[in-house]
């Protein structure tokens, strides 16, 4: 295994972006509840944030609630809504001592009120700093959010601020939630599923995918550095031929 300095020499990605899957297995697997899986899978999310701003990473991305997820019963909906209200209230000074601004993608207004709130008050919180952006897409969908991005940009075209001949990728991307993010350069899935579920579907199309079979919760810091030498070995060609990047 290459050590932290190794990985730091090498290329890393700028964003990289997580589906972090399989808490309900993992904990099904103990004979738990899912709700144990959730709770957790928040150890894995403050310890793979810390080791990314600590890699240099500048963003990283986290799917932590999808559109779809609002599906599942109630009693799972609410812990981990919950969840996400405890967890970002004790880990705000974790984003701090380590220079971690928090940021969101997603339908946050349909979250519940507490929640928005927290979440609104831990991103002022940390808006000025500086090492790593960590953002939570919560009740994110991207189908969604290419629905909402047309929308503004027809209201636009028919108020005459935009002319459809002059559409192109950077007024589409400013109309997305990502709009401050860049391109991901890798995408993490654990829990051995190889799908992207509703996940970044246009900021992934150039993405380096990398699937891997632990559940969420046992997700380590060693998975991490080998996702990112993985990474490291891989030719991003960019519709080019090998020849032309040397
Ligand atoms: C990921 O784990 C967390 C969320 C989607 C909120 P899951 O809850 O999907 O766990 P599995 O995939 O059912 O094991
Ligand atoms: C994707 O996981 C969403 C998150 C990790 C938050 P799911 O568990 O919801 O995805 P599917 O349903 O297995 O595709
Ligand atoms: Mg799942």
Redesign the pocket.
């Known amino acids: 295994m290459d050590s932290i300095d190794d990985l730091k020499n090498g290329k890393l990605p700028k964003h990289l972006a997580i589906?972090?899957?399989g808490n309900?297995r993992w904990a099904k697997q103990k004979g738990r509840l899912r709700v144990f899986g959730h709770e957790h899978g928040v150890k894995a999310v403050r310890d793979v944030a810390v080791n990314c701003s600590k890699l240099g990473i500048k963003y990283l991305t986290l799917?932590?609630?999808?559109t779809?997820?609002w599906k599942r019963p109630k009693l799972e909906v609410d812990t981990l809504m919950k969840l996400l209200v405890s967890s970002l209230k004790k880990e705000l000074h974790t984003l701090n001592e380590n220079n971690i601004k928090l940021n969101a993608i997603g339908n946050i207004e349909s979250l519940p009120s507490r929640a928005l709130a927290e979440l609104k008050e831990v991103m002022a919180k940390t808006s000025s700093n500086t090492t790593m952006t960590l953002t939570l897409?919560l009740s994110y969908g991207s189908r969604e959010e290419i629905k909402k991005a047309i929308q503004s940009i027809s209201t636009k075209v028919k108020n005459n601020i935009i002319s459809p001949e002059n559409i192109d990728e950077t007024i589409i991307n400013n109309h997305l939630y990502t709009r401050n993010l860049p391109d991901v350069d890798l995408l993490i899935r654990t829990s051995g599923?190889h799908?992207i579920?509703n996940?970044l579907l246009w900021q992934i199309a150039y993405a380096e995918l990398y699937f891997i079979d632990v559940f969420w919760p046992d997700f380590k810091e060693h998975h991490l550095l080998e996702a990112l030498k993985n990474y490291q070995h891989r030719e991003r060609r960019f519709g080019k031929t090998s020849e032309q990047l040397n």
């Open positions: 589906i972090m899957d309900g799917y932590a609630f999808s779809e997820n897409a599923e799908r579920s996940f």
